[in-house]
């Protein structure tokens, strides 16, 4: 069974930081890009980051570029999300989804949600004024 767990979420103050977790279990991890998703009350789902497991390929999007760092421990088949920097804009629930990324013929990294396969439950993030 495919498992894909956030977790790391809270209340932070603007300006401070936070690392979320996502644990993969149930498919081959190696084979995958995982993605960073997240969505705030009223808005569609928005990519936030994202890594190819097997060479370690990132990719941020321009929201995100410079505060946050994307990151896997494939040993144990965990990616991290580093936020540094936090805005009240970065408020919303943070979902982990993986995709599957066979890099010889699709050497771009997924960033759109209907790429993504298997989702997380999400995890809250709140960051105050």
């Known amino acids: 069974e495919v498992q894909l767990q956030a977790s790391g979420g809270g209340l932070v103050q603007v300006g401070g930081s936070l690392t979320l977790s996502c644990a993969a279990s149930g498919f081959r991890f190696d084979d995958y890009a995982i993605g960073w998703f997240r969505q705030a009350p009223g808005k569609e789902r928005e990519g936030v980051s994202y890594i190819g497991i097997v060479v370690g390929d990132t990719f941020y999007e321009d929201s995100v570029k410079g505060r946050f760092t994307i990151s896997s421990d494939n040993a144990r088949n965990m990616v991290y999300l580093h936020m540094n920097s936090l805005k009240p804009e970065d408020t919303a629930v943070y979902y982990c989804?993986?995709?599957?990324?066979?890099?010889?013929?699709?050497?771009?990294?997924?960033?759109?949600?209907?790429?993504?396969?298997?989702w997380g439950q999400g995890t809250q993030v709140t960051v105050s004024s």
């Open positions: 989804a993986a995709a599957p990324w066979p890099i010889l013929t699709k050497p771009l990294l997924p960033r759109r949600v209907d790429e993504y396969d298997y």
